[in-house]
């Protein structure tokens, strides 16, 4: 199934190398030869929302069919040292945006991990801090940085100021800002990044739609087919699951103090499986980690990853189930049992859309999301009678079933329906 050029049909796949040599009506021979009867060959996954980038969590993308994984919401920075740390020794491909919030957290002496802690959240920075900021992510943006990542609900005292000249330095390289908007009135944050695209000329991607817009889902997706309607450069992403998850430490708590009682019993506890009370919520954000939070309907995940525009990622981390388990529970759940949308759609959501957003910057995603001669040999093969996922919020580390083979630049990464042990073909995927 190529979703590139609609081609849904019992053919033979060459690779040669790196790379699909031929697509063909007729048998092929290879050296090695795997008989996909009954099997989907679909190009591998991209996932532009992906937090945790260990080898561990490789693996558990490489067993839900992804071969490349992406930091683009909170990125990283610095960019290049991130990128060697990773080269030969990952299973999957890998890449990042430079990162807003690890930039404002290193000038500003944050003392938090992943998402801010106390300065970068609680005070504005100086117009000699904002220079700083800027410079840091110009820096990572020089070193290929796939585009500009921000998370203003993270950093609530950056002034829309700060944010719009961000917008700026992104469209200076002409590189998308992936972000995740203000908490609060969703209408008015999504109103705040769409206008400083327009006005800066920076592609927008806006992350996880169904997460952050809940209840008003529908209105999101409104206001952002209209944007696109009249030309402006605007995509979006949604994960399959009605709980989000963050640290709880974040900002996104900020005041959850003060809320009624009954607010606290929509958060989990993943160590414990407990939900929460005011006493244990306070508890816990002294100590910190991550809390899932349940603020949305089935109703509302369906809208999203069946809208046409919308891509599909997964926001991992492993502490949720959606790192190991998204793009199985879209196949299994989604496409077979609910028929929400077809498997070509989902592929398409899962492999060239994600491609198609970086390729303007990243040569190397011009030849990805495809099945085609020419195209690298990145492929997920799977059963679409058995492919789910199995992760839990009780026991996130499952890995998804129905993958038998997944390859990355020609190389089996999973065969047989088991991840295989000391190969490390993934690539950094950068601007370039």
């Known amino acids: 199934m190529d979703p590139e050029s609609g081609l849904d049909a019992v053919r033979s796949v060459g690779i040669n190398g790196h790379t699909i040599a031929a697509v063909s009506t007729g048998r092929l021979s290879g050296k090695l030869e795997v008989d996909a009867n009954g099997l989907v060959i679909a190009p ?16 558990f993308k490489a067993m839900d069919g992804v071969t490349t994984a992406l930091e683009l919401e909170v990125g990283v920075s610095p960019v290049s040292e ?50 700083a900021i800027q410079a840091a992510v110009e820096k990572g943006l020089d070193e290929g940085g796939l ?9 609530p005292t950056a002034t829309p100021e700060e944010i719009l000249d961000l917008f700026y330095l992104a ?51 409104r206001l952002i087919a209209g944007a696109r309607t009249r030309g402006l450069d605007v995509t979006t992403e949604a994960y399959p699951y ?9 900002a996104a708590y900020s005041g959850w103090e003060s809320r009624p009682p009954e607010y606290f019993a929509a958060l989990l506890w993943p160590p414990t499986g407990e939900r929460l009370t005011r006493e244990s919520f306070e508890r816990y954000r002294r100590q910190g980690g991550f809390v899932a939070q349940f603020s949305n309907t089935e109703d509302m995940v369906r809208l999203a990853i069946s809208t046409l525009f919308v891509m599909i990622a997964s926001d991992g981390i492993m502490e949720h189930p959606r ?15 609910e028929k929400a949308l077809s498997l070509m759609e989902a592929i398409k959501k899962a492999s060239l859309m994600p491609a198609q957003r970086l390729e303007a910057m990243s040569s190397q995603m011009r030849q990805k999301g495809r099945v085609k001669p020419g195209a690298d040999a990145d ?52 601007a370039r």
């Open 44 to 59: 591998g996954f991209i996932d532009l929302h992906q937090h945790s980038q260990t080898p561990e969590a490789y693996g």
């Open 82 to 131: 991130w990128y060697a740390i990773r080269q030969g020794k990952s299973v999957i491909n890998f890449g990042a945006s430079s990162g807003h919030i690890a930039a404002r957290m290193a000038i500003m002496h944050d003392t938090g991990g992943l998402l801010p802690r106390d300065a970068a959240m609680n005070r504005p920075a100086t117009r000699d801090e904002q220079k």
């Open 379 to 430: 492929l997920s093969i799977f059963d679409p009678n058995t492919v789910i996922d199995k992760a839990t919020f009780e026991n996130p580390r499952q890995y998804s079933e129905g993958f038998r083979y997944v390859l990355v630049g020609g190389i089996f990464i999973v065969r047989d329906g088991k991840l295989q042990p000391g190969v490390y073909p993934g690539q950094g995927i950068q």
């Open 323 to 337: 790192s190991a388990g998204t793009y199985a529970r879209v196949l299994g759940r989604y496409v077979r049992e």
């Open 171 to 221: 469209a200076k390289f002409k590189r998308p800002v992936f972000v995740h908007m203000r908490a609060g009135n969703v209408i008015a944050s999504l109103q705040e990044v769409i206008t400083d695209a327009a006005a800066s000329g920076a592609p927008l991607h806006i992350v996880h739609i169904n997460s952050a817009a809940t209840a008003k889902t529908a209105e999101a997706l």
């Open 147 to 155: 585009g500009l990542g921000m998370g203003i609900t993270y950093t």
């Open 242 to 250: 009605t709980a989000g998850m963050t640290e709880i430490a974040s």
